[in-house]
C-alpha cells in the first residue's frame, strides 16, 4: 500500500479507501455483517487505513457495524462518513445542510460510529436552500469543539466548492479538505472543472464508482445482467462497450482482471485520487483490492485515455489551441520549468 497526503494537513491516506456502502443487507443486496467483517479486515491487513461511510447506508446499519469493527483500533483509521439525506420521512429538518441538521445528523453518526470525533465529515449533496456560509460556519463550529477533524464535500459543481472554500478563508472557517465525485474510464466528465478545481485548491479526489457500477468488468459485454439501476445507464457514455472492450484486452495481456485494471486506471491519474473500493462479496472485494499491485504501464494508459478522453468544451478547448497558447504563454513556453508550465503543456493540442 502506498500513501497520499489529505492537501496541506499532513495526514497520510492509503492510495485506496474503503467503501461501506454495501456493509448491511438491509436493502436486499448488500453484504452481511460477517463479510463486512471480513472486507474490513483485508483492507487493514493491507494497510488501508480510509473507511468511507453515511449515515444513510443501509438505514444506519453500515455505521453501526463499523463501530463495532473499529473497536480497539480506533485511532489508526481516518474515518469519514457523510449526512444531508433526510433520515425520518415525516420530519422535514431531517434532510438538508442547515445546522439544526448537522447537529441531529453528526450526534447519531458518533454514536452508532462509538467514537468522539469524525476525521473526515462530508456534506453528501449540495442543498439550495441553505447558503454556504451557513454551511461552512456551521461545520466550523464542530471542528472547534473536536467532533470534526476536516470538513469535506461530496458531489457538488466545481464553482460551488470554489465560492465555499474562498468564503472560509475569508472568514477564518475551516475549509473543505476532499471531494468526493464520480470518477471512471466510462465517466471522465470531471475533468471539464472538477478536476482542475480540486487542483488549484488542493484538495484529494475520492473517486466513486471506479468500476461504472461493475460495467467496465466486462460481464454485460456477454449480457450478463445485474443490479444496473437507470441512473447508472444514463450515466454510461455512447460508444462506452469499446473502452470495455480495450479494458479487457488490457487486463488480459498483464495477467490482471479488468476491475485491477480499470481501478489502477483511476488511480494512477494525476493529482491525489483516491478509488472507493466497495464490494458485496469477500471475493469481488479480494479482487478489487488486488489492484494496489497493478501497475499499468504509459503504453497501457495512452491506450486507454485514447478510447475514453472527454471532450472538455468551452472554454478549455479553446485555451488549449496551440495559437491561443503561444499568444497567452510566449513562443518560450517549453522552456519553462515549472509544474504549472508543464500542466499548460500537457493539456495543449499541437505542443
Not at 114 to 134: C, F, K, S
Not at 215 to 225: A, F, N
Request: aromatic share 8%; hydrophobic share 40%; charged share 25%.
Amino acid at each position: 500500500m502506498r500513501y497520499k497526503v489529505l492537501g496541506k494537513t499532513g495526514v497520510r491516506l492509503s492510495e485506496v479507501a474503503l467503501g461501506t456502502m454495501t456493509f448491511g443487507d438491509d436493502w436486499g443486496w448488500g453484504a452481511p455483517p460477517e463479510v463486512s467483517a471480513k472486507m474490513f479486515d483485508l483492507f487493514a491487513e493491507a494497510g488501508g487505513n480510509v473507511i468511507d461511510t453515511a449515515d444513510v447506508y443501509t438505514n444506519g446499519t453500515s455505521e453501526a457495524l463499523l463501530g463495532e469493527l473499529l473497536k480497539g483500533r480506533r485511532d489508526r483509521f481516518v474515518l469519514g462518513t457523510k449526512f444531508t439525506n433526510q433520515t425520518d420521512l415525516s420530519d422535514p429538518n431531517s434532510a438538508g445542510n442547515h445546522r439544526k441538521k448537522i447537529i441531529a445528523s453528526l450526534e447519531a453518526s458518533l454514536r452508532r460510529l462509538q467514537t468522539d470525533r469524525i476525521d473526515l465529515y462530508w456534506v453528501h449533496a449540495r442543498d439550495l436552500l441553505t447558503g454556504t456560509e451557513e454551511l461552512m460556519r456551521a461545520l466550523d463550529d464542530q471542528v472547534r469543539l473536536g467532533k470534526i477533524l476536516y470538513p469535506a464535500v461530496s458531489d457538488w459543481s466545481a464553482w460551488e466548492i470554489a465560492e465555499s472554500n474562498t468564503a472560509a478563508r475569508l472568514h477564518d472557517w475551516s475549509p473543505f479538505a476532499a471531494v468526493q465525485l464520480r470518477y471512471n474510464l466510462l465517466d471522465r466528465s470531471p475533468e471539464r472543472e472538477l478536476l482542475p478545481m480540486a487542483d488549484a485548491f488542493d484538495l484529494p479526489v475520492f473517486a466513486w464508482g471506479p468500476l461504472a457500477e461493475g460495467r467496465i468488468t466486462g460481464k454485460y459485454l456477454s449480457g450478463e445482467t445485474g443490479r444496473v439501476t437507470e441512473a447508472a445507464r444514463r450515466y454510461t457514455r455512447v460508444g462506452s462497450d469499446d473502452i470495455v472492450r480495450e479494458v479487457v484486452a488490457v487486463s488480459e495481456e498483464i495477467g490482471a482482471s479488468a476491475a485491477q485494471v480499470a481501478i489502477s486506471w483511476v488511480r494512477q491519474q494525476p493529482g491525489p485520487i483516491i478509488p472507493l473500493l466497495a464490494a458485496r462479496t469477500e471475493d469481488q472485494f479480494r479482487d478489487n483490492l488486488g489492484a494496489i499491485d497493478v501497475q499499468l504501464s504509459c503504453e497501457h494508459v495512452d491506450r486507454l485515455d485514447a478510447l475514453s478522453r472527454p471532450a472538455l468544451g468551452f472554454p478549455a478547448d479553446v485555451m488549449g489551441e496551440a495559437s491561443v497558447v503561444a499568444g497567452v504563454y510566449g513562443t518560450q513556453l517549453a522552456d519553462i520549468d515549472e509544474p504549472r508550465a508543464e500542466a499548460v503543456r500537457r493539456h495543449t493540442t499541437g505542443i
